[in-house]
C-alpha cells in the first residue's frame, strides 16, 4: 500500500519508520530539507521536499497511486489543505492531525475522513494510568472485558526467576497470559519456557476485572490516585489537568514560565497553579511532594521530565511519569526510578495504524519502551485457521496470540484453543510478524 505522510515531526518520522519497516511503500513530505534528508539517508522510503497541501508536491509524490494520506504537521491548516487536496486528487482514505476543536465540525465536506489529537488522547490514557497507579501501560479492547498491561517485575514478585511453565502449575484456574516481556530495550514474546527477571517490563494480557488480583504477581499493589502534581504547563498539562479535576483527583501544576501559570489558572480553575522551577526540591517540598500519589512530568523537555520525576522519588512521591519525545530514552526506564513513560506519537501512532492495516482490523496499541505491536482482528469466514488450534496455526515465534472475543465470552486462550467461524482475536506481534498474522486471520 502507498502510503502519503504530510510531516516529518515527531509523530509523522515515528509513523514513517514503523510502516516502512513492515514493508509498506511510504512516501514522506515536508518542507525542512535537512529532515527530509535525515529520512532519506535513514529508511527505505521517498522523502520530498515541499508544501503537503500544494497538489503540484502532492503529485510529484506519486498521489495517485496513494491509498492512505496521513497529515500530521504541526499545522491544524495545512493538515486540513492537504487532505483537501488529496481528495480532489482521488484518495480514498485521509487522516488529519487537528487540535483546534473549532475546526472539526465542518470538516467531512473538506475531505477529512477521520481527525485524530494526540494530546486529547494521551491525556485520557494519563488518567488511566493515574486510577491504576503502578500500572505503566493499559490497554483495552473489545468492550473493554480484555485488558493488556504492562509493569516492571519487583524485587522478590512471585513472578519473578520463575518460567511461565512453572509459574503456571502453581496458580490454580489462571486466566492471564504472559504475552511478551521487554529486558534491557530488547522485546520477545513469551513463551512457556521463558524465565521472567526482576527489573523485566512484562506485557500481560488478563480480563479486566481480575487485573487488581494480578498486580501482586509483579510486586505491584495497585493504587488510585487522589492527589497528583503535574510538572509543564503546556496544552498537554492543561487537558490532563482538567480531565483529572472532574474526576475528583485534586491537582497541583508547577511550571516556572509565569505566563503559561496565569494561562493554566484561567484555562483550569480547580486547579492550584504554583509558578516556580518542577526540578527544585525546595519548592517540591513546600507544595507537599510527600502526600502526592502520582507526578505527570508534561514538560516539553525530556530532560526537565527525567530530573523532576527522579527529584519527585526521592521526596517521596510514590509513582512517576515522564512525558517522552526522544522514544530511545525510553529504554533507559528500568534503569531509573521513573515508573512509566508516555508519548504522544504513539498515541497518534495507535490512532492511525489501524487505518493502515489490512483485513477488519478493529484497534492497534503500539508501546514505549518497544517496537511490539497488538492488534485487534476480526476472523475471515475464509480464514484458512478457521477449525485448528492455535498450536496447529503455527504462528512465527514472534508472535501470540493474547484474547479471543466469541459472542459474549472472552477467552484467554491456550494451544488447544480452537479458532471459530466469528471469533475476533487480539494478538501481540514484532514488527517482522505483522503481516504473517494478518494474513492468517484475514
Same mark, same amino acid.
Given at each position: ?97 487537528? /487540535? ?18 494526540? /494530546? ?44 511461565? /511453565? ?277
Amino acid at each position: 500500500m502507498r502510503i502519503v505522510i504530510v510531516g516529518a515531526g515527531a509523530v509523522g518520522s515515528h509513523l514513517a519508520e514503523r510502516l516502512s519497516i513492515e514493508g509498506q511503500d511510504v512516501v514522506v513530505i515536508d518542507n525542512d530539507p535537512a529532515k527530509v534528508e535525515e529520512l532519506q539517508s535513514s529508511l527505505d522510503i521517498l522523502a520530498v521536499l515541499g508544501n503537503g497541501a500544494s497538489p503540484a508536491i502532492l503529485e510529484a509524490a506519486g498521489i495517485d497511486k496513494a491509498e492512505l494520506l496521513i497529515a500530521v504537521t504541526s499545522n491544524d491548516a495545512v493538515n486540513v489543505l492537504a487532505c483537501h487536496a488529496a481528495a480532489r486528487l482521488g484518495v480514498p482514505r485521509k487522516i488529519a492531525r487537528v /487540535e483546534d476543536s473549532a475546526l472539526r465540525d465542518e470538516l467531512q465536506i473538506l475531505g477529512v475522513d477521520v481527525v485524530i489529537d494526540p /494530546e486529547e488522547q494521551l491525556a485520557k490514557d494519563l488518567l488511566t494510568l493515574v486510577s491504576e497507579g503502578g500500572i505503566s501501560e493499559h490497554a483495552t479492547f473489545g468492550d473493554g472485558s480484555l485488558s493488556l498491561i504492562g509493569g516492571y517485575v519487583q524485587k522478590d514478585a512471585p513472578l519473578s526467576d520463575l518460567s511461565l /511453565e512453572q509459574l503456571r502449575t502453581q496458580v490454580v484456574d489462571w486466566d492471564w497470559l504472559v504475552t511478551a516481556i521487554i529486558r534491557g530495550g530488547h522485546p520477545f514474546v513469551a513463551r512457556g519456557e521463558s524465565l521472567v527477571e526482576e527489573g523485566d517490563h512484562v506485557l500481560i494480557a488478563t480480563k479486566t476485572d481480575l487485573i487488581e488480583q494480578l498486580a501482586p504477581l509483579l510486586g505491584i499493589n495497585i493504587h488510585k490516585a487522589k492527589r497528583v502534581m503535574i510538572f509543564g504547563a503546556g496544552r498537554l498539562a492543561r487537558i490532563t489537568a482538567n480531565l483529572l479535576c472532574e474526576n475528583g483527583i485534586s491537582v497541583t501544576l508547577i511550571d516556572k514560565e509565569e505566563q503559561a501559570t496565569r494561562l493554566v489558572a484561567d484555562a483550569c480553575p480547580g486547579v492550584i497553579v504554583v509558578h516556580g522551577d518542577p526540578m527544585d526540591p525546595e519548592l517540591l517540598r513546600s507544595e507537599g511532594i510527600e502526600n502526592v500519589d502520582d507526578v505527570l512530568a508534561l514538560t516539553k523537555w525530556d530532560e526537565v521530565n527525567v530530573v523532576g520525576s527522579l527529584v519527585a522519588k526521592g521526596l517521596g512521591a510514590k509513582n512517576a511519569i515522564a512525558r517522552y519525545h526522544r522514544l530511545d530514552y525510553v529504554s533507559l526506564l528500568n534503569e531509573t526510578r521513573v515508573d512509566s513513560g508516555v508519548s504522544s506519537r504513539l498515541s497518534a501512532a495507535n490512532a492511525i495504524l489501524r487505518y493502515v492495516r489490512r483485513g477488519r482490523v478493529h484497534s492497534v496499541v503500539t508501546f514505549q519502551d518497544s517496537d511490539l505491536e497488538a492488534i485487534e482482528l476480526q476472523v475471515d469466514p475464509a480464514s484458512s485457521s478457521i477449525g485448528k488450534t492455535l498450536a496447529d496455526i503455527g504462528l512465527p515465534k514472534s508472535a501470540i496470540v493474547a484474547g479471543i472475543f466469541r459472542g459474549n465470552t472472552t477467552l484467554i486462550p491456550r494451544g488447544e484453543t480452537i479458532i471459530t467461524p466469528g471469533d475476533r482475536v487480539v494478538a501481540v506481534a514484532l514488527p517482522e510478524a505483522v503481516p504473517t498474522v494478518e494474513k492468517t486471520f484475514s
